[in-house]
């Protein structure tokens, strides 16, 4: 089971197994998880985008793509093709980067338009906040009114400025849980390294920086939900059931 969980991107994916150029798509941006039952061999390379730079790369706003399965032809017309086989067909994988870089730069456009420029503005000013503002706040600290923050992200990436802000704050406690557990995990590695059993290799090669790793602060649940800006716990379970499809105990525990 493979779980996908929202993040504020787009993404442009090229199935290596396919066999023509329509295997290009492009992923709309997601608001809630979803849970993928992976049943046979497969083969995929992606580019992940921003959603507040769409535009800039490809022409069309973000919101164009909600609640639908777009190939990269029905976006970039006759470009798609040439893009495809020139990606898919490159081996090892450091030249199909490379070419994906070029058919980027290709595709950039040198100006943006002046909604792309504002939504870039705003967008990084949330990451800043780690989504821990109200749409007040945001009108207020950026000068716009409440009217053009929702008509510029409804218009450019399909969601509501508040919609934006819960899954980056969400991303935030991810984040922490994340660092917490690597944490817990090179821990481990210390102690083994220490007293390995018997069995175990007797030499065990770790990264210079892994002992100078900062631990993540311990808190409860009760306390993380107050640090990242929820009402309460039952408010941080409420996201978790949404963006991710577990409560927080039980991701924890995994």
């Given at each position: 089971?493979?779980?996908?969980?929202?993040?504020?991107?787009?993404?442009?994916?090229?199935?290596?197994?396919?066999?023509?150029?329509?295997?290009?798509?492009?992923?709309?941006?997601?608001?809630?998880?979803?849970?993928?039952?992976?049943?046979?061999?497969?083969?995929?390379?992606?580019?992940?985008?921003?959603?507040?730079?769409?535009?800039?790369?490809?022409?069309?706003?973000?919101s164009s793509l909600a609640d639908a399965h777009v190939t990269l032809e029905q976006w970039?017309?006759?470009?798609?093709?040439?893009?495809?086989?020139?990606?898919?067909?490159?081996?090892?994988?450091?030249?199909?980067?490379?070419r994906t870089e070029r058919w980027l730069g290709i595709l950039l456009r040198e100006q943006?338009?002046?909604?792309?420029?504002?939504?870039?503005?705003?967008?990084?000013?949330?990451?800043?906040?780690?989504?821990?503002?109200?749409?007040?706040?945001?009108?207020?600290?950026?000068?716009?009114?409440?009217?053009?923050?929702?008509?510029?992200?409804?218009?450019?990436?399909?969601?509501?400025?508040?919609?934006?802000?819960?899954?980056?704050?969400?991303?935030?406690?991810?984040?922490?849980?994340?660092?917490?557990?690597?944490?817990?995990?090179?821990?481990?590695?210390?102690?083994?390294?220490?007293?390995?059993?018997?069995?175990?290799?007797?030499?065990?090669?770790?990264?210079?920086n892994s002992y100078a790793y900062r631990a993540p602060e311990e808190i409860s649940l009760?306390?993380?939900?107050?640090?990242?800006?929820?009402?309460?716990?039952?408010?941080?379970?409420?996201?978790?059931?949404?963006?991710?499809?577990?409560?927080?105990?039980?991701?924890?525990?995994?």
């Open positions: 089971m493979h779980r996908i969980v929202p993040d504020g991107c787009i993404d442009l994916i090229f199935d290596l197994y396919a066999t023509d150029h329509r295997s290009a798509f492009l992923s709309s941006l997601m608001c809630s998880y979803e849970v993928m039952e992976l049943t046979e061999s497969m083969a995929f390379f992606g580019i992940r985008l921003y959603a507040s730079e769409v535009r800039r790369l490809l022409g069309y706003a973000g970039l017309g006759a470009q798609a093709a040439p893009m495809t086989e020139d990606i898919v067909t490159a081996a090892p994988m450091p030249q199909r980067i490379e943006d338009d002046g909604d792309t420029t504002r939504l870039r503005q705003l967008v990084h000013y949330i990451h800043g906040k780690r989504g821990r503002l109200t749409i007040r706040e945001l009108a207020q600290q950026t000068h716009y009114s409440d009217r053009t923050l929702r008509r510029l992200f409804q218009q450019e990436l399909g969601v509501s400025p508040k919609e934006w802000s819960d899954m980056m704050r969400f991303q935030g406690v991810l984040r922490h849980l994340q660092l917490r557990n690597t944490y817990a995990c090179r821990m481990q590695m210390r102690a083994f390294a220490a007293s390995p059993p018997s069995d175990a290799v007797e030499s065990i090669a770790f990264e210079s009760r306390e993380l939900a107050v640090r990242f800006g929820y009402y309460d716990q039952s408010h941080l379970n409420l996201a978790f059931n949404r963006y991710y499809g577990l409560p927080p105990g039980q991701l924890l525990q995994r």
